[in-house]
């Protein structure tokens, strides 16, 4: 099969030839049909996230149909289709974390396109406890951003509680997506943009942002919330600054470069700040049944699995709207 690999950090992917993988008794093989492109698989070339199984497979937003399966494997059929998210296994008893019911942060969490191979291929294999089946009325495309830009930003999405007047810096696939589920519970999204960024000030407003604006000015009011979706340090006391007394904020990445130092003041009040880490299979069944109810349409930007480097390179400099995916058929 043909895969994009990873070979060593901060360096471009390479097209290979790989053996089609085998599942293991509790797997099933999918053939891939589209893969999403996360800022995530972004730290992962650029060396940030600094434990990635080498050479590796990138890809955590995987669409395909189900093509053979473990003997254990008891609830999908093959020709089944199913969405394959970044949380790909975890001991379940073993630590106090799964436990407790917050297998996002079990100790011996394993992760799609990171510890275990993913979507930058023609074949995967996965842990079928940790697939989605996917509404039929989502084509492939379409599906791939809500398996992480969808699952992850809701999990930070409901961070914020009840929050009416809400605030998304950085506007790209996972904010297109919530700012969609946010209009429909009726609660206002004011979008933070890079500062001078037009187009993505203009495609906010055109899904329904009360207010767009650069990053480095202030929101006409007090928002009740923030969600930080940039992987921007600096953004944190700007965001702590725009929340009224009692206001949430919410970091949503998996990695953020440092976060500067900021005067007591502007957290007191009984400001939050908190962080957002992975997801829960609990998280993916109910955003996955909501989002045909929205219903939530992505926007999305294809590319050729053989240009895996240039939908990462128009991703790093900001020029996707919406959605960057690869089509793997």
């Known amino acids: 099969m043909r895969a994009m690999i990873l070979e060593t ?20 093989l999918i053939r891939v049909h589209a893969c999403g492109v996360c800022r995530t698989d972004l730290h992962i070339v650029d060396g940030e996230l600094t434990h990635p199984k080498l050479p590796l497979v990138l890809g955590h937003q995987i669409v395909g149909t189900v093509e053979a399966m473990g003997e254990g494997v008891d609830n999908f059929n093959v020709g089944q289709r199913v969405g394959i998210p970044w949380l ?20 011996y969490a394993e992760f799609t396109g990171y510890n275990l191979n993913g979507g930058y291929a023609e074949y995967t294999v996965a842990d079928y406890r940790f697939c989605f089946p996917l509404d039929p009325s989502y084509a492939d495309l379409q599906a791939a951003p809500l398996l992480c830009a969808g699952l992850i930003g809701y999990r930070a999405y409901r961070m914020t509680g009840d929050a009416q007047k809400l605030g998304f810096y950085g506007f790209g696939s996972a ?3 919530l700012i969609q589920l946010a209009r429909y519970q ?22 329904g942002a009360t207010w767009a604006g650069g990053s480095d000015v202030s929101p006409p009011e007090p928002l009740d919330a923030a969600i930080i979706f940039a992987s921007v340090g600096k953004l944190v006391p700007a965001a702590l600054r725009a929340v009224t007394k009692g ?83």
């Open 247 to 329: 206001g949430i904020v919410v970091c949503a990445g998996i990695h953020m470069s440092d976060i500067p130092s900021f005067p007591y003041d502007i957290l007191w009040q009984e400001r939050v700040l908190r962080s957002v880490a992975n997801l829960t299979r609990k998280d993916g069944e109910e955003f996955l049944t909501l989002a045909p109810k929205v219903p939530i349409r992505t926007e999305v930007n294809a590319f050729p699995l053989t240009q895996a480097n240039e939908a990462l390179d128009a991703l790093r400099s900001g020029k996707i709207a919406g959605s960057a995916v690869l089509v793997v058929d």
């Open 9 to 28: 950090p901060r360096q471009p992917l390479r097209l290979a030839e790989l053996p089609i993988p085998k599942p293991n008794s509790e797997q099933v």
């Open 186 to 207: 009726k609660r206002q999204v004011f979008a933070f943009t890079r500062s001078g960024d037009v187009e993505g000030q203009q495609f906010a407003r055109q899904l």
């Open 175 to 177: 904010a297109h997506i």
């Open 88 to 107: 790909g296994y975890t001991c379940g008893d073993r630590c106090c974390y799964c436990l407790s019911g917050r297998e996002n942060l079990c100790d």
